[in-house]
């Protein structure tokens, strides 16, 4: 749970006029469901590629928001990584092609 006395959010507690654009936090484990910036998300729906890739997220295996593969989910098991965090890259390729794939049909 994130809490205090200054002022406090789910991803931005305070914004001094930033705009804060295709970031996302999980207000299920938070606990916080306001935030000064993003937009607050379902733990399931922050272990879903389509919530990043609608937002333009470059992830690896899909060339529709860049080929730079900057990142990478295990569908329904964990967050967005960094590409360079899996354990094993072809793993977790297929396993995103595979769950992007199903997704869109």
Excluded at 46 to 65: I, S, Y
Excluded at 76 to 92: F, T
Aim: proline share 2%.
């Amino acid at each position: 749970m994130v809490g205090g006395d200054d002022p406090v959010g789910g991803l931005v507690g305070d914004n001094n006029g930033g705009v804060v654009t295709a970031c996302f936090w999980d207000t299920q484990t938070s606990g916080q469901t306001r935030s000064a910036g993003g937009t607050g998300k379902t733990t399931a729906d922050m272990q879903t590629a389509k919530t990043f890739l609608d937002a333009g997220w470059d992830f690896v295996g899909e060339t529709a928001n860049g080929t730079e593969d900057i990142w990478w989910i295990l569908e329904g098991k964990d967050y967005p990584r960094l590409w360079w965090e899996a354990g094993d890259v072809a793993d977790a390729v297929e396993s995103f092609i595979v769950n992007y794939r199903s997704s869109v049909i």
